[in-house]
């Protein structure tokens, strides 16, 4: 047998995660493209890379806008020059002094509401700051989480009080979540139509009552990707599509052959009479995210590849222990684990890009050019 | 209604990673007395608290003897002042040079071996540094993971490979994966008893040949608690029973009362038709261990409690997303969410400590004394 591996890779210590460089830029290239010819605007979530490298190359001029899903992020992107920003997550009233501060540094950061409490808080911080919090309300498209129906009169009655004294209203979010319960483009596109129409009618709830409503976003990987009319949408967002993953090829978003993120692990041991190799690589390297579980293929804890990062189609890692993993066959295939020696390096391809980069603190970037060095890419953590 | 919560909590960033002392030195004062009195060893294992302060508790004098399960941890604990350690997940023989520097500054740390091929990877590395690298026989007690069946020809084999030269058998070693499967003291004890035989017959089959076998190694935090007699056994090893978590109450190891860890974490809105409320602690400070999954009493991503850490006995967090949870009554309940206010604290209890404290850069500390301030305790990361 052959052990395969980039001979840049053979000196890291192992888990490490590793980013191909050229299909990273591939994926970002694709929705960008995609994106501008429908003549909106791309707002990436940063969620995903947690990288102020990758958001130089994903971000216009390095810039913005941004998408971002906690404070530290948005920290650690302002203090690098991002300067158009939405933290999508609820927000807090204790935080929204935290917000005012980063603001004060020049970076236009909007906060998103879906409830009275909130609005009247950000006004409140707004006037205590001396200058408006933009705030978003979230129009909720298909009952997976937050947000309020586009018909709800709390969406007036929340634009009302962000319409006032030093508040102001930005406009309305939503995302469908409920995209990656379906498979295919067709599919995505129903959701990525159901998310137009709901943020547009919350953008005509608004108008019809005589607010301002400038933006009106809308998002997800597999929606950004399907999505045809974008009739009274100002922009779309999308994150995990930068690095894709092996939940994005089972929705059929991408190819496996796409996905740029992998997890290096070392073969430590064999268990023959089972048909197991031992790898060190466990939940603690590659997240004990199991999305691809209710999808048609189940791939484990992710799918095994040679250190080339060529998939053994019918390998997974079964199962993990928290710096344990344990190489098997998919159940049902016929493939057997080879004889790797000990000391093996294997990659991994992570279920969800997102949780499986959350467990490490930089990249390993293999650059396209074949013989350039690796390069180091910190990620943001924290809160 | 009430909200109540420690003041010294109010003013913490959300999530955030909350660690009870007293609890802790509890949990860490039982196993301790209940080994103790049995005349054998313990050596707790660092990869839950991975916590320099908290080493400093657990082990005797803050020396030792300790178990990590990655060289970072190795290499922070061995500058700290830990002298004698088990790095327990079978060794890559890449990693050897690294270990044979960490022995270099002082520190005894051993290895783990379940093959020829890692044994002469070990016996050649003793030579080459000058000096033995100790490695223990990775014993299988349960098929759960790793190892050597005690009667399997190979521990012989290995044993003598270890045995000449340069290099040293230190003993032998198993862990009761399995007793994670099963509830009850009575259960543990049998694992328990398969520890012990397993690894006393490992060291009986090496000694048999004319070989060393100083160390007889065993350890879960259920067998632990539940362990009997330890005739021919040296140490015991457990980990997470230092916080214990909802696991560990499942399988009846601890009460949840016991439980040390905790997230803090903000109620940021409500989806009142559905009887959900949504806080700012998704998978990313949860993270998506779902131990509690297979048994009695499903707890979701984690119990919720209030700021207090009180219990709320059937609500849950029902599902994640990545700064999303959605706190909802558990399946069958008749409780409902309260109607907490925008803001409100809440704390989840972990389905699994070392997942959930993995997900945080630190502890914050809630000292014993009712008026002392909070401490912030770094914790370990990376590989």
Same mark, same amino acid.
């Given at each position: 047998?052959?052990?395969?591996?980039?001979?840049r890779l053979a000196q890291l210590p192992t888990p490490a995660l590793i980013l191909d460089e050229a299909r990273m830029l591939r994926n970002i290239g694709r929705l960008a493209r995609r994106i501008e010819a429908k003549g909106v605007s791309l707002r990436p979530h940063l969620k995903t890379a947690k990288s102020v490298d990758i958001a130089k190359l994903l971000l216009t001029g390095g810039r913005g806008p941004a998408t971002v899903s906690t404070l530290g992020e948005a920290e650690a992107f302002a203090a690098a020059g991002v300067l158009?920003?939405?933290? &999508?997550?609820?927000? /807090? +009233?204790?935080?929204? $002094?935290?917000?005012? #501060?980063?603001? #004060?540094?020049?970076?236009?950061?909007?906060?998103?509401?879906?409830?009275?409490?909130?609005?009247?808080?950000? /006004?409140?911080?707004?006037?205590?700051?001396?200058?408006?919090? !933009?705030?978003?309300?979230?129009?909720?498209?298909?009952?997976?989480?937050?947000?309020?129906? +586009?018909?709800? !009169?709390?969406?007036?009655?929340?634009?009302?009080?962000?319409?006032?004294?030093? %508040?102001?209203?930005?406009? *309305?979010?939503?995302?469908?979540?409920?995209?990656?319960?379906?498979?295919?483009?067709? &599919?995505?596109?129903?959701?990525?139509? @159901?998310?137009?129409? /709901?943020?547009?009618?919350? #953008?005509?709830?608004?108008?019809?009552?005589?607010? +301002?409503?400038?933006?009106? @976003?809308?998002?997800?990987?597999?929606?950004?990707?399907?999505?045809?009319?974008? $009739?009274? *949408?100002?922009?779309?967002? &999308?994150?995990?599509?930068?690095? =894709?993953?092996?939940?994005? &090829?089972?929705?059929?978003?991408?190819?496996?052959?796409?996905?740029?993120?992998? *997890?290096?692990?070392?073969?430590?041991?064999?268990?023959?009479?089972?048909?197991?190799?031992?790898?060190?690589?466990?939940?603690?390297?590659?997240?004990? $995210?199991?999305?691809?579980?209710?999808?048609?293929? $189940?791939?484990?804890?992710?799918?095994?590849?040679?250190?080339?990062?060529?998939?053994? !189609?019918?390998?997974?890692? #079964?199962?993990?222990?928290?710096?344990?993993?344990?190489?098997?066959?998919?159940?049902? @295939?016929? %493939?057997?684990?080879?004889?790797?020696?000990?000391?093996?390096?294997?990659?991994?391809?992570?279920?969800?890009?997102?949780?499986?980069?959350?467990? =490490?603190?930089?990249?390993?970037?293999?650059?396209?050019? !074949?013989?350039?060095?690796?390069?180091?890419?910190?990620? *943001?953590?924290?809160?």
């Open positions: 047998m052959t052990l395969v591996s980039d001979p158009d920003m939405i933290y &999508a997550v609820g927000v /807090a +009233p204790r935080k929204l $002094d935290r917000i005012a #501060a980063i603001r #004060a540094r020049g970076c236009d950061l909007a906060v998103l509401v879906d409830s009275a409490a909130q609005a009247h808080a950000v /006004a409140e911080a707004s006037t205590r700051h001396g200058g408006a919090i !933009p705030a978003l309300i979230e129009i909720d498209c298909d009952g997976h989480r937050s947000g309020l129906k +586009p018909t709800d !009169p709390a969406v007036v009655e929340i634009g009302t009080i962000l319409n006032r004294g030093d %508040a102001e209203l930005r406009g *309305v979010l939503t995302h469908a979540g409920g995209s990656y319960g379906v498979v295919g483009a067709e &599919a995505h596109a129903r959701f990525a139509e @159901s998310e137009r129409a /709901a943020a547009v009618a919350g #953008a005509e709830a608004l108008r019809a009552a005589g607010l +301002p409503c400038p933006v009106v @976003s809308i998002g997800s990987s597999p929606t950004a990707h399907a999505v045809d009319g974008l $009739d009274g *949408v100002t922009e779309v967002r &999308a994150g995990v599509y930068v690095f =894709f993953d092996l939940v994005q &090829a089972g929705l059929g978003v991408c190819a496996v052959e796409n996905i740029a993120l992998s *997890v290096l692990t070392t073969v430590i041991g064999h268990q023959r009479e089972k048909g197991w190799a031992i790898v060190d690589a466990g939940w603690m390297a590659l997240s004990q $995210d199991r999305g691809t579980r209710g999808q048609t293929l $189940d791939q484990g804890y992710g799918l095994v590849c040679d250190g080339l990062g060529k998939p053994y !189609p019918d390998l997974i890692v #079964a199962s993990t222990n928290q710096e344990h993993g344990i190489v098997a066959p998919r159940p049902g @295939s016929d %493939a057997s684990v080879p004889d790797w020696p000990v000391g093996t390096l294997l990659r991994v391809l992570p279920n969800h890009a997102c949780s499986v980069a959350a467990q =490490f603190d930089h990249y390993e970037v293999v650059p396209s050019e !074949p013989d350039a060095p690796l390069k180091v890419w910190p990620r *943001v953590s924290g809160w």
